[in-house]
């Protein structure tokens, strides 16, 4: 499924350009941060990654062969939930793999045991918070093993402490061989989090760089100025 090839890739509808010949390669490990104002049409690149939107140009090569039918996830920054038990949400990542129910409850359970809700498992889902939630949703989709997650803004309206948990999970989801590909808007985490970060910005990839060499020499005007938009007290370059 790596390399994935991203070439040219447009999304226009209504004849305005939201993807605008997005070129990009991810290779098989780490977790890559795409950074970019707003609108720049990052949550527009993940879901055309993950198949929720079909491109109006351009070609994505997935390694080997044609796009695997499973093997790519997505969460959402505010999942949607079924109203019934957290371990039901959980389990049911697993139903359309054909796992049976029984088994399905019992991986959903460890899953569970991992992100710290199994205390939780027979709760009505809808009651969670917020963090709570996101944590839900990420376990849902590790029981699958994807072999790429995207992730739209995961930590964004969480606690710093709900964060610091997230940022934990996904970390341990990548050490499970998961590749991740991750929207933040919190620079912080992207050094925390990211081997490398892409900057869009106007629906084009400006930069794709390792994330320390992003900070410390970013080679585009626009993540030069987004950078000291966003951290005042590094204003010199
Ligand atoms: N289905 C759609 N049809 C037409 N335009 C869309 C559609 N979805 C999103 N857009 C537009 O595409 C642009 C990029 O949207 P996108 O959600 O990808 O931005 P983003 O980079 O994720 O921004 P944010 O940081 O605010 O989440 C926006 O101007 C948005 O209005
Ligand atoms: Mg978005």
Redesign the pocket.
């Known amino acids: 499924m790596f390399p994935i090839q991203i070439r040219d890739l447009r999304?226009s509808?209504?004849g305005?350009a939201?993807?605008d010949g997005i070129d990009l390669e991810l290779g098989s490990e780490g977790i890559t941060l795409?950074l970019?104002?707003?609108?720049?049409?990052?949550?527009?690149?993940?879901?055309v990654l993950c198949g929720l939107?079909a491109p109006t140009g351009g070609t994505i090569a997935w390694g080997e062969g044609a796009r695997p039918e499973r093997g790519v996830m997505m969460v959402f920054?505010h999942p949607m939930l079924l109203r019934t038990s957290v371990l039901d949400n959980v389990a049911l990542g697993l139903k359309p793999l054909g796992v049976p129910a029984a088994e399905r409850q019992r991986r959903a359970r460890a899953v569970l045991e991992r992100i710290g809700l199994a205390h939780r498992a027979s709760e009505n889902a809808p009651r969670l918070s917020g963090g709570e939630r996101q944590r839900l949703a990420l376990a849902r989709a590790w029981l699958t093993r994807p072999r790429l997650l995207l992730l739209?803004?995961p930590t964004a309206s969480l606690d710093p402490s709900a964060a610091a948990e997230v940022e934990r999970i996904i970390r341990e989801i990548r050490t499970d061989g998961t590749r991740i590909l991750m929207?933040t808007?919190n620079l912080g985490q992207a050094t925390r989090l990211g081997d490398d970060i892409v900057f869009?910005a106007d629906?084009k990839v400006c930069e794709h760089t390792p994330t320390q060499r992003f900070f410390t020499r970013p080679q585009s005007t626009q993540a030069r100025l987004f950078i000291q938009g966003e951290l005042p007290w590094r204003m010199a370059f």
């Open positions: 999304f509808p209504n305005r939201v993807l795409v970019g104002p707003n609108g720049a049409g990052k949550s527009m690149l993940l879901r939107v920054q739209d803004e929207v808007h869009l629906g």
